[in-house]
């Protein structure tokens, strides 16, 4: 329904719209000064424009008093606050199934079919998503496969560019990676192999170490987006984000904490979407004890690291957890993992099993007979 089809005063739509000499579709008036605004929306001397200095002001009063005040309708008030917070925001409002292009089809591949059919294909271009796990979980496995299958062109469900891969802790694990790298005709057997042979997988993985918060913002601000910008990488890696926040700060430095989580949180944010880039950040985990269970002992609830401030920050939360049996196949044996998602607002929440074989992370189908494949 558009605004001049509304059964309104057509003094308040002729403010808030405009029309052009030929007939083109409404669009926002633009208002620069509260008594502009007013001077277009109201007449002039219905509301008491010496209680406000500026637009934003006009939601600090309750819609009741505006309506008393200036004598309009509960429908010109409406119109009256909705035209305000048109020139308060710069960009529409976009929900969240298409913030950063989650509507579009465009997906990085994990690398595994069965792992892709949970994620819908992989993780989308654009917003953060985050990856948390406990300690050999198989957290940075899936994140070096990643890095590799970014690299495949897209009708492989690769990105064709490359990955910035940034350490925070611990050293850069370059020979599980070459290992991989030589694994990856077994892993894809979906592209063809003179596809995987052709490309220098290790020639296209950008490493960066942050020692602290200070370098972090650096690195996140100078390097990586130089290297987005050329075209060089579509994938950037944190591994990971709780170390550094674990190492600088005591439990009573909780405010200046939480504002450097909101920093990093708006820097990441800022490069997916500035470059329509994936930006996977790895997060560790930290036990919550459920004290209202007095029925029998209290048990840990593991839950990813940095609370709320942080979970705010992301779009996309998976979990990896390590559960207790293992999988054998031919002479390999692993642990069996638990991909889960936690939220996402194009996915429904649930999990499927995966092992760590050497070429990489596969999920796993269980079949008939009661024995799980990869």
Known sequence: MRLDQLAVDQRIIAAVTRVDSVGHAPEPFPILSLADFLSEVVAPTSLPTARFSSVPELFGVPALDLQRLSGLSRTDVQLLLSAAAATCRPHPAVSAVNYGGLASNLRLSVGCPVLDQLLRGGLPVGGVTELSGESAAGKTQLALQLCLSVQLPVQYRGLGSGAVYVCTEGSFPVTRLYQ??????????????????????????????????????????????????RGLVRLVVLDSVAALFRSQFQADDWLERNRQILRLGAKLQQLTSDFNSVVLVINQVTDVFDSSNRTGPVMPQVVPALGLSWSNQVLIRLMMRRLQRSVHRGHQRSAVRQLVVEFAPHLSRGGQEAAVWREGVRGLVTVSHGQDET
């Not at 057997?189 to 200070?214: C, G, K, M, N, W």
């Open 180 to 229: 991989l790298i030589s694994e990856q005709p077994r892993l894809r057997t979906d592209v063809p192999e003179s596809v995987v042979t052709s490309l220098r997988f290790s020639d296209q993985i950008y490493v960066e170490h942050a020692a602290d918060l200070d370098s972090l913002q650096a690195c996140l601000s100078r390097r990586v987006p130089l290297l987005l910008a």
